[in-house]
């Protein structure tokens, strides 16, 4: 069987606050194969970020550190590469290569005083070893591809002189400059209007059937995954607490907090009218507990309706619920 396109194994992320290690995300285990695409959904702080971050090698500029675990990637040729491996260099050029990046605002992507079409066209000199001139038409081609109209002229403007929606299209073209096999979008859609972020997900979507690449997409928001993600991983303080198709998870979610992030969306399986509202996670009683002082065993016990004393106990395993849905609820069954 062909390898995934990306293999998490037991990640282990930490900052390191006031002397002490602290995990921002840990016992992760994620796979994703090509033409797949896997949504990481959760509240504010749950550790998505940290897990995309941790993937492209990018946590160091925060501060924080991979502590353990292994992350690999299927790379175009099909070999398999162990990122957590690698030197500063070589994650350097992995990440030109292999993997393309999304982030929820676009300036952070693209360069102010560069045009459009130099930004594009520089990876694919560099990573490519393209003439300027073929990374120059190549630029105007991807521009074509995510439905920027007018490209040629597109092209030899800034950032400034587009719209939100067209600088997005633009940070997705130069994430696609190099035909990477997996893509990383965090919160891609997050700072644009329902109406734009609709299109964005289409065009996401479409470039994703062309090219086949592997998708983890980073939301908050449950209409999203609904729409666009094939399997969806549930984050709660850090850790994976449910994880499965879609279908699945939606229809019958196995976790109380996935349970809870459900509960107040109406109609569930009504993605469009879900996106259209864009509605945000809902509430749910209580506070996502301070990492540096989680309970001693479920996380979620503090606000869970349903734990008993054997939740505080120990940290629940992620049971196995089908071949494909898992939960780290030991009361799973009940649910
Ligand atoms: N630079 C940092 N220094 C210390 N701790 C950090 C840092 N960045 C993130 N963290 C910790 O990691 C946790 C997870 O953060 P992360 O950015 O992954 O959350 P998230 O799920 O992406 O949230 P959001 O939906 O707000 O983007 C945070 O709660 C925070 O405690
Ligand atoms: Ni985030």
């Known amino acids: 069987m062909e390898a995934p396109i990306l293999q998490i194994a037991g990640l282990r992320a930490v900052f390191r606050i006031a002397g002490r290690d602290i995990a921002a995300v840990q016992d992760i285990d994620l796979e994703i194969g090509s033409g797949e695409t896997v949504a990481l959904v959760g509240e504010s702080g749950s550790g998505k970020s940290v897990t995309s971050l941790s993937i492209m090698g990018l946590l160091a500029k925060k501060i924080g550190h991979i502590a353990d675990g292994r992350i690999s990637i299927r790379r175009r040729d099909g070999s398999v590469t162990e990122l957590t491996g690698l030197d500063a260099e070589q994650l350097r050029r992995v990440r030109g290569n292999d993997i393309g990046m999304v982030f929820q605002e676009p300036m952070t992507s693209l360069n102010p005083v560069y045009t459009i ?53 633009a940070t997705i073209a130069m994430a696609l400059a190099c035909n990477p096999t997996l893509l990383i979008a965090d919160e891609p859609t997050t700072a644009l209007d329902v109406t734009i972020q609709a299109q964005i997900l289409d065009l996401l979507a479409d470039l994703q059937a062309e090219r086949g690449m592997g998708i983890l997409f980073v939301t908050h928001n449950l209409g999203v995954v609904a ?60 506070n996502v507990p301070s990492l540096a002082m989680l309970p001693k065993g479920c996380s979620f016990a503090p606000r869970c309706p349903m734990a008993i004393d054997a939740c505080r106990a120990a940290v629940p395993p992620l049971f196995q619920v089908s071949q494909t849905q898992a939960s780290r609820c030991i009361r799973w069954e009940e649910l």
Do not use: C, N, W
């Not at 040629?152 to 587009?162: C, S, V």
């Not at 939606?250 to 969306?265: E, K, N, Q, W």
């Open 117 to 169: 079409g130099e930004q594009i066209a520089e990876p694919i000199r560099i990573h490519l070893g393209k003439s300027h001139r073929e990374a120059a038409a190549e630029a105007v081609r991807l521009l074509t591809q995510v439905g920027i109209p007018d490209p040629a002229r597109r092209a030899k403007q800034y950032p400034h002189e587009l719209s939100g929606g067209m600088r997005q299209r």
């Open 227 to 286: 729409e666009i993600a094939d399997r969806v991983a549930v984050m709660y303080a850090g850790r994976i607490v449910e994880t499965g198709p879609v279908s699945e998870v939606f229809a019958r979610p196995r976790h109380p907090y996935t349970i809870g992030l459900m509960r107040s969306v109406p109609r569930l399986g009504q993605a469009t009218a879900l996106k259209a509202a864009g509605t945000p996670l809902p509430t749910i009683a209580g």
